[in-house]
């Protein structure tokens, strides 16, 4: 295992960010970060089509897609889309599925009564089609009748889940490769979180990703807290971090020593200047934590 103090770092491709705005930032994560995560906000970017974008932009750096909601695709439509990326890109592209925004997904016509047990069954199939298994099941949604695809993955490649609730996350431990945490967790609910959801798969050893709202330099301390209350949360909870590369650095090292395998930190709205952003955190933030 990894030194906890030194986890993979990454950078957040925020919907704030217009999809013209995508290819400098991930220019500037290839060059400094080892991830960039871009989301799948309603009614925003396609999360499919950025990464496999900001993989064609870049040459090494891993590109993660966190979450795309189940609900919004047939199991059978997202195999084939991960797989044919994950073959273009090996080893570079990690999806995440979760069970979306109820809210969200009432908007699209597409909320399950029961979004839990849609997201087992979808990761189940997911899983096993990316093995190159042949699939027949007749779930409560998810049914398939002889489905196997013709170019999976080769073996190796992840499929991570997440969300916020413990029983979410507990799902996404017992049936994917790795956990996604959310943005309004500090270090100390974070790992609250991630002990409950290890107890429903102790056996596993897992990647976990945690995204982190982070401002550096001029301003950070205020552009954190207008970030905070646009998240709904207040202005001084303690979640992210807003201040200097020491102080993320020592933000980022809590969260590792709670579990966290792989920090993203997330900008601000109203970061000034992304690509100066992710050159501070992956020269300057990581030189603190070597």
């Given amino acids: 295992m990894s030194d906890p103090s030194?986890?993979?770092?990454?950078?957040?491709?925020?919907?704030?960010?217009?999809?013209?705005?995508?290819?400098?930032?991930?220019?500037?994560?290839?060059?400094?970060?080892?991830?960039?995560?871009?989301?799948?906000?309603?009614?925003?970017?396609?999360?499919?089509?950025?990464?496999?974008?900001?993989?064609?932009?870049?040459?090494?750096?891993?590109?993660?897609?966190?979450?795309?909601?189940?609900?919004?695709r047939a199991v059978a439509l997202t195999a084939m889309e991960v797989a044919t990326?994950?073959?273009?890109?090996?080893?570079?592209?990690?999806?995440?599925?979760g069970h979306g925004v109820q809210d969200w997904m009432g908007q699209s016509g597409v909320r399950a009564d029961s979004p839990m047990t849609l997201l087992a069954e979808q990761l189940a199939a997911l899983r096993a089609l990316?093995?190159?298994?042949?699939?027949?099941?007749?779930?409560?949604?998810?049914?398939?009748?002889r489905v196997r695809l013709g170019w999976p993955p080769a073996p190796g490649e992840k499929v991570m889940a997440g969300g916020f609730g413990p029983r979410t996350?507990?799902?996404?431990?017992?049936?994917?490769?790795?956990?996604?945490?959310?943005?309004?967790?500090?270090p100390a609910d974070f790992g609250v979180s991630l002990r409950t959801a290890r107890t429903a798969a102790p056996e596993r050893e897992l990647e976990v990703v945690v995204t982190v709202m982070a401002a550096i330099g001029t301003g950070?301390?205020?552009?954190?807290?207008?970030?905070?209350?646009?998240?709904?949360?207040?202005?001084?909870a303690e979640v992210g971090v807003g201040g200097s590369v020491?102080?993320?650095?020592?933000?980022?090292?809590?969260?590792?020593a709670q579990g966290a395998t792989t920090v993203v930190l997330q900008p601000t709205a109203d970061e000034p200047d992304l690509a100066g952003f992710v050159e501070a955190v992956g020269r300057d933030v990581r030189a603190e934590l070597a």
């Fill in 246 to 256: 020491e102080q993320v650095a020592q933000v980022v090292r809590a969260y590792a």
């Fill in 6 to 72: 030194t986890p993979r770092l990454g950078v957040a491709y925020i919907p704030d960010v217009p999809p013209e705005g995508l290819r400098a930032l991930a220019l500037a994560a290839d060059d400094h970060l080892d991830d960039l995560w871009v989301w799948e906000d309603c009614f925003r970017q396609s999360g499919l089509a950025s990464a496999t974008a900001a993989l064609a932009w870049t040459s090494s750096v891993r590109v993660g897609l966190g979450l795309m909601p189940a609900p919004l």
């Fill in 85 to 97: 990326v994950q073959r273009m890109f090996p080893g570079r592209f990690v999806p995440g599925l």
């Fill in 169 to 186: 996350l507990e799902l996404s431990a017992r049936e994917s490769d790795g956990l996604l945490m959310a943005a309004a967790l500090g």
């Fill in 220 to 236: 950070a301390a205020d552009r954190l807290a207008g970030e905070r209350r646009r998240w709904g949360l207040a202005p001084d």
């Fill in 130 to 145: 990316l093995s190159g298994a042949e699939v027949t099941t007749t779930g409560r949604y998810v049914r398939l009748d």
